[in-house]
C-alpha cells in the first residue's frame, strides 16, 4: 500500500510547549470575539487534544486549573468551567487510545461528541445557577471546535515532528 503522504515519527513533546498551548489557548478565550456566540472554547479544544495525545502528562488537574483560570478571566460562577473541563479531561483520556486508532477526521467526530457533553454539563451548571437557556446557538461552538480539530493536530503536532529523512541503509 502506497500512501500519499510521508509518516512523521514525532519526537516527544516538550512541557513547555504544552504550557505554552494552554496559555495562547486561554488568551483566545478571552478576545471578543465578534458573533461571540459561534466562538469554540478554545481551551477545552487544547486541553481535549493534549489529553488524548498526551494522557500521563495532563490530566484532570490540568483540566481543573485551567478551569479555575478560565472562570477568574472570564468573571463567570468560579468552578464552573472546573467541573466542565475536569469531565472533559476524563472522557478525553478514557477514550484517548480509541480515539487515536481514527483518521483526524474520525477523531474530529469522536471530539465533537465529547464537546457536546461538556457543553451540555455547562448549560446545566449554568440552569442550576438561575441562568435562562439560550437558543440553539449554544451547541455551536462545540462543532466548529470539532471543524477546527484537524488544524489544531496539525499546529500542536508541529514541533514533534522529524523532517522526513531518506536514508537508504536504514531498514525503517
Known amino acids: 500500500m502506497v500512501l500519499d503522504r510521508p509518516q512523521y515519527i514525532l519526537r516527544p ?7 505554552t498551548s ?7 478565550n478571552f478576545v471578543p470575539w465578534h458573533p461571540a456566540a459561534l466562538a469554540p472554547d478554545f481551551v477545552a479544544l487544547t486541553l481535549t487534544f493534549w489529553c488524548v495525545r498526551q494522557p500521563r502528562l495532563v490530566g ?16 463567570v460562577l468560579l ?8 469531565l472533559l479531561a476524563f472522557g478525553a483520556i478514557t477514550l484517548s487510545r ?27 451548571v449554568r440552569v442550576a445557577a ?12 462545540p462543532l466548529i471546535g470539532a471543524l477546527l480539530w484537524p488544524a489544531l493536530s496539525f ?15 536504514r531498514p525503517i
Open 155 to 169: 499546529v500542536l503536532l508541529a514541533p514533534q515532528r522529524r523532517p522526513v529523512e531518506v536514508d537508504e541503509t
Open 130 to 141: 438561575g441562568a435562562d437557556v439560550p437558543d440553539w446557538s449554544l451547541w455551536a461552538p
Open 79 to 86: 468552578g464552573q468551567h472546573a467541573l466542565v473541563y475536569s
Open 13 to 19: 513533546v516538550r512541557v513547555a510547549w504544552v504550557v
Open 98 to 124: 480509541r480515539i487515536l486508532w481514527f483518521s483526524v477526521w474520525g477523531q474530529a467526530l469522536h471530539v465533537a461528541v465529547l464537546l457536546v457533553l461538556a457543553q451540555a454539563v455547562g448549560l446545566a
Open 60 to 75: 484532570l488537574g490540568a483540566g481543573w486549573l485551567l478551569g479555575l483560570l478560565n472562570d477568574a478571566g472570564s468573571g
Open 22 to 28: 494552554f496559555a495562547l489557548a486561554l488568551l483566545l
